[in-house]
């Protein structure tokens, strides 16, 4: 009700200019084989709701965009979020914003290093890629000479999602109660400032960003809760998602040069339990995207994408993409619908049986509706854990998406 009031109080304020959008989308999931686990569905179907308000002054901003997914096979893919509640207010070089919001950090394909104010959204997309929005107070500097200056607070944290016994991409025992190193639990403060800036070298644009985190790791450690039923029966009943406090430095870098894109990410953490120093990690991606256009006189650019993935905890640990190379092809064809098609596959070095294949395709069936299909197939290794979690949920999806 508080928030409604808000709202309405904003819209009625007679030198802002309001706006409207929204996106309503269908989604299916087809598994290709049957569950590795008890009550693991095949199928999976969901709706989503994203509208957003916009509110806009001479000099300020309010965005509220809520979200909102129903899934009608797995209770715990069923969720809302606000990905944004945020008012922005600027004046020369300063900007201040306070409320919700989501910040992105990184520059590669396969994986970003350094993305860390958000937390992950995790029944979304297996993938990572979709985040919760984050309580801030964020302030910008906008210098010419010196670059963009970042300074944040972080008053409050999100769990990260997780599936339910019906869905898929998860563990074989059910995730329970999180966590916490910090005493006061998901109310904990954190800090975290960047620093970005853009040169010429050799006549070239290169783009570096260097950022420094304090707080509650987004990404959880899990425990093993077991059952003792007799000293030689010791069965794991649950995972307990532990969230422990880190400092760390990150920094990203990308060369633009021709038709290539020369792309990095390193990552230095702190994880601040000794009883978890083992998580300490020093992480890297790089690699490249080359553009070909229109090659052999066909109406579309072909890009090119070979990226290595590395982090010091190796192998024995549960650390995804530890010594992995990540190979692409982008097309963009030529056409009002930007249509576009991603096909790629991650090879673990390590476990030379484990890789994982996908492609992904989207495009515009009119002024508003997009289609989207994704596949992917996991090959496991017999000795990769993280791998033969989730051997058997080989995916066909496809999603129409409206917008207003």
Known sequence: MRLLTGLLAIVSLPDMAFDFSAEFGVEGRRFLEEGAYDHQVDDEYALSWKPEFVWEGDSSEFVFTPYFRKDFQDPDRSHSDVREAIWKTWSGPLELHVG?????????????????????????????????????????????????????????????????????????????????QASEEDKHVDYSMRWSNYYELFGAPLDISFSLFHGTSRDPIYIVQETEFSEDLIVPTGIIPYYAQMNQAAMTLQYSLEGWLLKAEMRHRDILDDEFEDEDADAAVTGFEYTIVGPLGLDFDLGLLMEYQYDSRGKESLAQSQNDMFYAARIAFYDMDSSEILMGMTQDLDFPGSRLYSIEGNTRLNSFTTISVRALVFVANPDDEVMDFIKKDDTLQAGLTFYF
């Open 100 to 180: 919700v919001s989501k910040v992105f950090w990184g520059v590669t394909e396969s994986i970003n290093l350094a993305d860390v104010i958000n937390q992950t959204d995790q029944v979304e997309s297996p993938d990572g890629d979709e985040k919760l929005g984050q309580p801030m107070i964020r302030g910008i500097w906008l210098s010419e000479s010196w670059g963009t200056f970042d300074a944040f607070i972080l008053p409050g944290f999100r769990e990260r999602t997780f599936p339910g016994e019906p869905g898929r991409y998860r563990l074989p025992v059910p995730f329970i109660d999180a966590q916490y």
